[in-house]
């Protein structure tokens, strides 16, 4: 599966932005699919996946209860709400797809996006 990510730019801080990640192919629900994020000098970290269906989805503890993720499977989309943004947030958004649920390191993801970049200033 091929991913694009879009949906980048930049906000002030308690800004929201909608990620979207379109995903070629038509074995797209076969994937749990995933989103990691990069700031400059800093390694790539977990923000959250969803399951197959979209029944299920999982935070990273520093985006919980701003960030919803969920997923069209007949558009072959998932959707990263990103609420109350704040400077920490700033960084290159990647989408990713895995075989294996609930994955929150990268070596289980085999597909991944170009990236979208976020900055939000303060």
């Known amino acids: 599966v091929q991913l694009q990510a879009s949906g980048g730019g930049l906000v002030q801080a308690g800004g929201s932005l909608r990620l979207s990640c379109a995903a070629s192919g038509r074995t797209f629900m076969n994937y749990a699919m995933g989103w990691f994020r990069q700031a400059p000098e800093k390694e790539r970290e977990f923000v959250a996946t969803?399951?197959?269906?979209?029944?299920?989805?999982y935070y990273a503890d520093s985006v919980k209860g701003r960030f919803t993720l969920s997923r069209d499977n007949a558009k072959n989309t998932v959707y990263l709400q990103v609420n109350s943004l704040e400077p920490e947030d700033t960084a290159v958004y990647y989408c990713?797809?895995?075989?294996?649920?609930?994955?929150?390191?990268?070596?289980?993801?085999?597909?991944w996006g170009q990236g979208t970049l976020v900055t939000v200033s303060s």
């Open positions: 969803i399951s197959y269906s979209g029944g299920s989805t």
């Open positions: 990713a797809a895995s075989k294996l649920q609930y994955a929150t390191a990268t070596i289980w993801y085999d597909n």
